[in-house]
Nanobody
Framework: QVQLVESGGGLVQAGGSLRLSCAVS????????MAWFRQAPGKERRFVTA????????LYEDSVKGRFTISRDSAKNTVYLQMNSLKPDDTGVYYC?????????????????WGQGTQVTVSS
C-alpha cells in the first residue's frame, strides 16, 4: 500500500510561486507513475502533470505548460511540483496520486493511491 503526504500549499498573490511536495512511502514497482491533480470548489478533479519514476518522462496539462515543473527525487522518495507565475485559476486543492499506467490521458480513475490534498489559493 502506497502512502502519499502532500505539503507546501498556501496563499499566494497572482504571479507568485509555490512548491508542493509529495512524500511517498510503501512504493512498489507497480506505482511507477506519479501525478498531481487539482480540484477547484464545485468542480471535478482534473489532471495537472505527471512523471515516471523510471526515466523521468513528464506530461503537462496545457494551461500549466511553461509555468509548472514536476520532478522527483528517488533518494528521498519525494515528488515535487514547482508552480511559477500563478494565476487565480490555479486555485484549488492539489492532490498527489500514484499509479502504474502511463497514457496521454491520465484520468483520476487510473490512480489507486491518493494523498489528503493541500490547498493552494491564488489571490488576484
Amino acid at each position: 500500500q502506497v502512502q502519499l503526504v502532500e505539503s507546501g500549499g498556501g496563499l499566494v498573490q497572482a504571479g507568485g510561486s509555490l512548491r508542493l511536495s509529495c512524500a511517498v512511502s510503501g512504493r512498489t514497482f507497480s506505482s511507477n507513475v506519479m501525478a498531481w491533480f487539482r480540484q477547484a470548489p464545485g468542480k471535478e478533479r482534473r489532471f495537472v502533470t505527471a512523471i515516471k519514476w523510471n526515466g523521468g518522462s513528464t506530461l503537462y496539462e496545457d494551461s500549466v505548460k511553461g509555468r509548472f515543473t514536476i520532478s522527483r527525487d528517488s533518494a528521498k522518495n519525494t515528488v515535487y511540483l514547482q508552480m511559477n507565475s500563478l494565476k487565480p485559476d490555479d486555485t484549488g486543492v492539489y492532490y498527489c496520486a500514484a499509479g502504474s499506467l502511463w497514457t496521454q490521458d491520465l484520468r483520476p480513475t487510473l490512480f489507486r493511491s491518493w494523498g489528503q490534498g493541500t490547498q493552494v489559493t491564488v489571490s488576484s
